[in-house]
């Protein structure tokens, strides 16, 4: 990723856009922060906000004319907060001392501003602080005659203008009182005795409305360096003109574009998004005494009412966007720096590898900001350039190999067949999960298309996809892909949501479908059970967002059995992933494990999942989930299908191996060997045990492996007390730990397993 | 970045089933992702065989192999 695309990515982002209020303000105050500091009470945190933004704040406070409150969002849920108003009451509050004023150093340039109304005290005090020598012609009898006289002193008591120019005049070189600033001459003579002239237009004489005299505030065409501006009622834009004039004139006086980068000056549109979903209408907080404005604690409830506009409505829906604390923009920054780290850790690594890459957030996002592709992309970098770390997705990739494996791959045309004009590919998680329900459905489907089924086992390699590993991916795809043609391109039928969607995006020319858009098509099998009573709520797998075809067959499968059901809130396209997605499962267990109770706890009712690894990882955390197939073919282990236990690492493996071996033996009649490496060595694995070997991912076979050397070459160690074993074993890039004894009944006891990646040199 | 001795009382209690002895602290060099660390672990003095302690493993191990490949 370049800068540029960077940047390209940033901007797709708009929680940093600012709040309508904000963009609405000439001056670009901060009034969604203001808001905030005066609902916690915290008044001089309020004018430190007004102060950042507004010149002059005690005079500009009191009479602003909030042309922020138009746009405000809580218009849309009770009425506009009455910004203006809590302005005033915040100034009107003991101001906390100002910061130290930073004046730049003198820049040897001279300019004359002729009017102090707030347009031209705003300019002069601009170009004071930016080092200029400011003289101060005011045709009155003391400076800010322009406002004492507009406003009554109630609304801007007189002494509040004393003191704001009492803080400004030590920074001007001059103040000229009476200046006669009716004659045209007189600002021709200015012109030409000074570097730059400002007049602000609210309170100099009639001859500056000659327009051959001054020039706006946005041209080049300022050729003769008189500028004018203020001539507005509002209050706010007399200070902002007179704050882009200065601007104008420095940019002039240094000798630099006028108009670079100012393109964001003034009010202007904002893209933030802002949801009014979750926010409960109040009107405004009325004033006891309307002339008076409001209290403290008017004031204090008044800004309560500030919704805090944000976006972050991707946050809202996705657990992973919200653990890392940030939001999408500044994600991309760091994964970004991430990459261009040469020395240090890669603090990304965890940002880039935990998403589900399935897409939630995009969908949400009104600006479609592509957080999965971003990772996505980021992962292949990183393999590429050998920046991976290797355990982040490695036990997938291993299951994955085992699925391509000749102890689960299989391609078969159907019994007494020689060819194949359709092709069930289950997938290799529903074969892991409910290896039993194969059987039924290859025999059903080759009942109700009327052409041979082949069967195919395996994987699609999505695992490898999504882990980043493109070369290895592109192996998997090419191979199946020698099958298919082997098998002479036939229709598949996919059990499996994320094959269909591996297929539809990388495998064009293979025609495929899911099982369930045959089912919606086909006389259905017979319901093992009468219909449940209560709804179903359904989960969509995430692979099926943009397959609405595949989310209607499921559908309309359920209304031909009768079977009730009901949609989640996030279904159909705003479906949550599992966990499984995008490998989170491996690269951050925790976290997938809080996502998933999170989608457990949508809905108080059973779920119907049309995915095996979402049945499992719901059914995992104890949420009663039936998957599809169980209401046609249930295990005969569990009678209740929808409590059925997620089987474990090992298990998913023996379920794969046992499922080729009786589908080669039960269908064509063949007898294969187990391939298990040792299938002599029985292990008793204590309850304890098994649930470590299942959060540390160690299989049976691993154990069986580490026992197996261990009693082979008498490498052991041995507890002098309890006469247990422990012995370890480097398979692949981890060396596994195993505590045993052997077990009275044959076989061993496993009481204890433990891995780590590190290797102790010989 | 493990250089201190990694071992509780109940790890040096385990014995080295062939040789007979008791295991004893001993400087043995271990690897990842070519970076080279020497420790002080429990080790069979007469044939070398080590014990990495789940302790071990789980702990200061699993958060150097996580600094290692985040480097
Ligand atoms: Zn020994």
Redesign the interface.
């Known amino acids: 990723m370049d800068q540029q695309s960077l940047r390209d990515l940033e901007s797709r982002c708009i929680q940093e856009e600012p709040a309508p209020c904000r963009a609405a303000c000439p001056l670009h105050v901060d009034a969604r922060a203001f808001c905030g500091r005066v609902a916690a009470g915290d008044w001089p945190g309020a004018w430190q906000v007004l102060r950042r933004g507004m010149p002059l704040p005690a005079i500009l406070g009191r009479i602003c004319d909030a042309p922020c409150q138009a746009s405000c969002k809580r218009d849309e849920a009770g009425g506009t907060i009455r910004i203006g108003a809590l302005e005033r009451a915040c100034v009107q509050t003991p101001a906390p001392a100002p910061p130290r004023t930073m004046r730049l150093p003198a820049r040897g340039g001279s300019v004359a501003v002729c009017g102090s109304g707030l347009s031209g005290l705003t300019a002069a005090r601009d170009l004071a602080l930016k080092g200029y020598a400011v003289e101060l012609f005011e045709p009155g009898t003391v400076l800010g005659a322009p406002l004492l006289e507009a406003f009554d002193a109630r609304r801007l008591p007189p002494a509040v203008v004393d003191d704001e120019i009492a803080a400004l005049t030590p920074l001007l070189k001059a103040v000229h009182l009476g200046a006669r600033l009716s004659q045209t001459e007189t600002i021709e003579e200015l012109g030409h005795h000074f570097d730059a002239l400002y007049l602000d237009l609210a309170a100099v004489g009639t001859p500056t409305r000659d327009r051959h005299l001054w020039a706006d505030d946005e041209s080049s065409a300022m050729t003769r360096g008189i500028l004018g501006g203020g001539d507005t009622p509002s209050p706010v834009l007399q200070a902002a003109q007179g704050r882009w004039a200065a601007t104008t004139i420095d940019r002039r006086l240094q000798k630099v574009s006028i108009t670079a980068g100012r393109e964001g000056e003034g009010a202007g549109p904002t893209r933030l998004f802002v949801s009014l979903a979750q926010i409960e209408p109040s009107p405004p907080v009325a004033m006891a005494d309307a002339a008076a404005g409001y209290t403290a604690a008017e004031a204090v409830a008044e800004a309560g009412r500030c919704i805090q506009c944000q976006c972050l409505e991707c946050v809202k829906v996705c657990a992973y966007l919200e653990r890392f604390g940030s939001y999408p923009r500044q994600y991309a920054r760091q994964i970004y720096n991430n990459a261009a780290i040469v020395m240090?850790?890669?603090?990304a690594?965890r940002l880039i590898n935990s998403c589900r890459l399935c897409g939630l957030c995009t969908e949400i996002c009104p600006e479609d900001f592509p957080m999965a592709d971003l990772c996505l992309q980021s992962r292949r970098d990183m393999v590429a350039r050998g920046k991976m770390?290797?355990?982040?997705h490695e036990f997938a990739l291993l299951d994955m190999q085992f699925s391509l494996g000749e102890r689960f791959a299989l391609a078969r045309h159907a019994p007494g067949s020689n060819h194949s004009v359709h092709l069930f590919f289950p997938g290799c998680q529903l074969c892991a999960s409910a290896p039993a329900q194969v059987a039924p459905v290859y025999s059903h489907l080759r009942r109700v298309l009327d052409a041979p089924v082949g069967l195919m086992l395996g994987c699609c390699g999505a695992p490898a996809h999504w882990a980043g590993r493109e070369a290895l991916y592109q192996e998997v795809r090419a191979d199946w892909r020698l099958q298919w043609e082997a098998m002479g391109r036939p229709e598949v039928v996919l059990a499996c949501a994320t094959c269909l969607e591996m297929f539809r995006d990388h495998l064009p020319e293979v025609p495929a479908r899911s099982l369930w858009h045959v089912w919606a098509q086909s006389p259905l099998p017979e319901l093992a059970a009468p219909p449940p009573e209560a709804p179903l709520a359904i989960h969509d797998p995430c692979t099926t967002r943009h397959t609405p075809a595949v989310q209607d067959a499921v559908r309309h499968v359920l209304n031909r059995c009768h079977i009730p059901f009901e949609e989640l809130e996030l279904g159909r396209r705003r479906t949550e992933c599992c966990g499984y997605g995008g490998l989170m499962q491996n690269a951050n267990p925790q976290l997938a494990q809080e996502i998933v109770r999170r989608r457990a706890a949508r809905s108080p009712s059973d779920y119907l999942a049309y995915c095996a690894v979402c049945r499992d990882n719901l059914a995992a955390v104890g949420k009663r989930t039936i998957h599809l197939l169980d209401l046609f073919f249930p295990s005969g282990e569990h009678p209740d299908p929808a409590g059925r236990p997620r089987p474990g690492w090992s298990r998913r493996r023996e379920n794969r191996q046992r499922l080729r071996r009786d589908l080669l033996a039960d269908l064509w009649r063949e007898r294969s060997p187990d391939l298990t490496p040792h299938p002599d060595i029985h292990l008793h694995v204590a309850p304890a045990a098994a649930q470590r070997l299942e959060t540390r991912r160690i299989l049976i076979e691993d154990l069986q492996e580490v026992i197996h050397q261990a009693e082979t070459s008498?490498?052991?160690?041995?507890?002098?007390?309890t006469g247990r074993?422990?012995a370890?074993a480097r398979i692949g890039h981890v060396?596994f730990?195993v505590e045993y004894a052997p077990a009275e009944e044959g076989g061993y006891t496993v009481f204890?397993a433990?891995?780590?990646?590190?290797?102790?040199?010989r | 970045m493990i250089q201190e001795g990694f071992a509780s009382p109940e790890d040096l209690?385990?014995?080295?089933?062939?040789c007979r002895v008791h295991?004893e602290l001993a400087p043995?060099?271990?690897?990842?992702?070519d970076q080279?660390?020497s420790a002080d672990l429990p080790r069979c003095p007469v044939?070398g065989?080590?014990?990495?302690s789940?302790d071990?493993?789980?702990g200061k191990?699993?958060e150097?192999?996580?600094?290692l490949?985040?480097?």
């Open positions: 240090g850790a890669r603090q690594n770390p290797p355990s982040a008498g490498q052991v160690l041995e507890h002098p007390d074993l422990r370890s060396t730990w204890n433990y891995s780590h990646r590190m290797e102790v040199a | 209690r385990w014995k080295c089933r062939r295991l043995v060099t271990v690897t990842y992702l080279e660390f044939c065989l080590v014990l990495i789940e071990l493993a789980l191990m699993a150097v192999e996580q600094i490949e985040d480097k």
